[in-house]
């Protein structure tokens, strides 16, 4: 079993900043992919950034150049670093983790993330 433990919203005005964290504990002896996935209100929900065990990242258009995905494997967590941040970033941010053996993934409880104009 893997438990997920987010961390890092709030609110923040136009133009700030915030660093999510997310940290996986359990089994997670084969981890693979980490992601952060949002969902603002009335909208699916959409992958933000994407970050694999070796390090390559994928971003969605809309938060390129703006935000970081990175991760620690030595602790099993991965960041959100949001720089820059517009009123249509506001939403429900959520981690997602990716294991192999077996194959199985898992949400975190979503934290939220408000930026006011």
């Known amino acids: 079993q893997v438990h997920l433990v987010e961390s890092g919203g709030g609110l923040v005005q136009a133009g700030g900043s915030l660093r999510l964290s997310c940290a996986a504990s359990g089994n997670t002896f084969s981890l693979n992919d980490m992601a952060w996935y949002r969902q603002a209100p009335g909208k699916q929900r959409e992958l933000v950034a994407r970050i694999r065990r070796g390090g390559s990242t994928v971003y969605a258009d809309s938060v390129k150049g703006r935000f970081t995905i990175s991760r620690d494997n030595a602790k099993h967590t991965v960041y959100l670093r949001m720089n820059s941040l517009k009123p249509e970033d506001t939403a429900v941010y959520y981690c997602?983790?990716?294991?192999?053996?077996?194959?199985?993934?898992?949400w975190g409880q979503g934290t939220q993330v408000t930026v006011s104009s």
């Open positions: 997602y983790v990716e294991f192999l053996l077996p194959p199985e993934e898992y």
